[in-house]
């Protein structure tokens, strides 16, 4: 089992940047793929962005060029770089850990973003 711990969410402006963090524990962050998902109230878990072991990424298309997901397996942390964030980007954002062990989530972070 992994566990995963979400930082770095907040309150910005819109057009502003927040970086999410996510540190995972244990030995196999290396070979799982990582995503980030976000949960507006009243809606449903929509995937963000996701990155293979191999490095290689995908994104939801309301975020293309905007969000940039990257890891870092020495450090077993996985980002997200979010620039020119806009109010529909305001949710809780949750970082996933998904294997052949199964699959864990984060507790969330929250991001708002003010028009």
């Known amino acids: 089992q992994v566990q995963l711990v979400e930082s770095g969410g907040g309150l910005v402006q819109a057009g502003g940047s927040l970086r999410l963090s996510c540190a995972a524990s244990?030995?196999?962050?290396?070979?799982?793929?990582m995503g980030w998902y976000r949960q507006a109230p009243g809606k449903q878990r929509d995937l963000v962005a996701v990155?293979?072991?191999?490095?290689?990424?995908n994104y939801r298309d309301s975020v293309k060029g905007r969000f940039t997901i990257s890891r870092d397996n020495a450090k077993n942390t996985v980002y997200l770089q979010m620039n020119s964030l806009k109010p529909e980007d305001t949710a809780v954002y949750y970082c996933?850990?998904?294997?052949?062990?199964?699959?864990?989530w984060g507790q969330g972070t929250q991001v708002t973003v003010s028009s």
């Open positions: 990155i293979t072991k191999g490095n290689s990424t």
């Open positions: 996933n850990a998904f294997g052949g062990w199964g699959s864990s």
């Open positions: 244990g030995s196999i962050f290396s070979t799982s793929v």
